[in-house]
């Protein structure tokens, strides 16, 4: 892991250089969560819970584990129209 310093500005500002900004997927309007710890602090980029769900969902369809509609339908007992 490398060091990095910062400048942190008259508004308590710090900016992320584009290096780590691309290496990390940060992009404009993204959150962050910033954490106090004993020794300093820890900033972490905030996931859309969304996005996590959809990249589940389409490895398990590349993968095969998924049914359609309708053979889950037929294997539940649900009637379709």
């Given at each position: 892991m ?7 500005d ?17 992009n404009?309007?993204?959150?962050l ?19 996590i ?5 389409i ?11 309708r ?5 539940n ?5």
């Amino acid at each position: 892991m490398s060091t990095t310093t910062l400048k942190v500005d008259a508004k308590g500002r710090v900016m992320l250089p584009l290096a780590i900004r691309k290496s990390l997927r940060i992009n404009a309007g993204d959150v962050l969560f910033l954490e106090k710890e004993e020794t300093g602090i820890r900033i972490t980029k905030a996931e859309n819970p969304y996005d996590i769900l959809i990249k589940d969902a389409i490895e398990r369809h590349e993968a095969g584990k998924t049914i359609g509609l309708r053979a889950f339908a037929r294997k539940n007992g649900i009637k379709l129209k």
